[in-house]
């Protein structure tokens, strides 16, 4: 199994509504990142997990709120977003250290 | 935030020719990783230079690295129709890694 698989592709949720995506991986990548990707525009590092322990938080605004419960899932947990953050977000993952990024296909996120 | 800037933001060529992307970055590096992405779906890896090479090759691809000038190239030869993507240098520090702008690829058949 060579996949990183995302849930859902597409969400549309309401300002005040609360929401999960999902990201699963069984290679055994113990490294996983959640980006942001705006159209036309580069993925934006959000969120790192080395070994389940958040190693890396790039200042995102708190109505983002990440979950590694164990090795192979990854999880992000929204509540009360913004129109602006309407984006694809992107779940990617790897061996430790020096190698390549694994990603999903992404969800495509839509905040009315 | 980003790592650097890659340009050309847009290049267009005919099927059959050569194309070069150029990515600059800031900070120190493990390696440099260039990847692919088609209509805004996942990310797929192309290949990925170590901070101690200097160029590599993979199939119609080659790289290069100077880390003195802070900078690579991406190097496409031969290009077909189904090149047609986004093509983004990543830099890679201790788990960090960060997407440079891009540059959007369009090979007319």
């Known amino acids: 199994d060579t996949e990183v698989t995302q849930t859902p592709k597409h969400l549309v949720m309401g300002m005040t509504n609360k929401k999960s995506l999902k990201c699963e991986q069984h290679m055994g990548h113990r490294a996983m990142y959640w980006y942001k990707q705006k159209a036309k525009k580069p993925p934006e590092l959000m969120f790192v997990y080395s070994y389940e322990k958040l190693s890396i938080n790039e200042s995102v605004p708190s109505r983002f709120s990440p979950e590694c419960p164990n090795s192979s899932l990854l999880n992000l947990h929204l509540h009360a977003l913004q129109p602006e953050d309407s984006a694809l977000y992107l779940c990617?993952?790897?061996?430790?250290?020096?190698?390549?990024?694994?990603f999903g296909s992404g969800t495509q996120l839509s905040v009315l | 935030s980003q790592q650097g800037e890659e340009d050309p933001q847009a290049l267009s060529i005919q099927e059959g020719e050569n194309a070069t992307m150029n990515c600059s970055y800031k900070?120190?590096?493990?390696?440099l990783q260039w990847y692919r992405q088609n209509s805004g779906r996942g990310l797929v890896h192309l290949i990925l230079i170590r901070s101690n090479e200097r160029e590599k090759h993979s199939g119609r691809l080659r790289v290069t690295l100077d880390t003195s000038k802070k900078s690579s190239s991406l190097l496409i030869t031969a290009s077909r129709a189904a090149d047609t993507a986004s093509y983004f240098c990543a830099t890679d520090a201790h788990n960090d890694m960060r997407f440079g702008a891009g540059t959007r690829l369009t090979v007319k058949p």
């Open positions: 990617a993952s790897r061996l430790p250290l020096s190698e390549k990024l694994f």
């Open positions: 900070t120190s590096i493990n390696n």
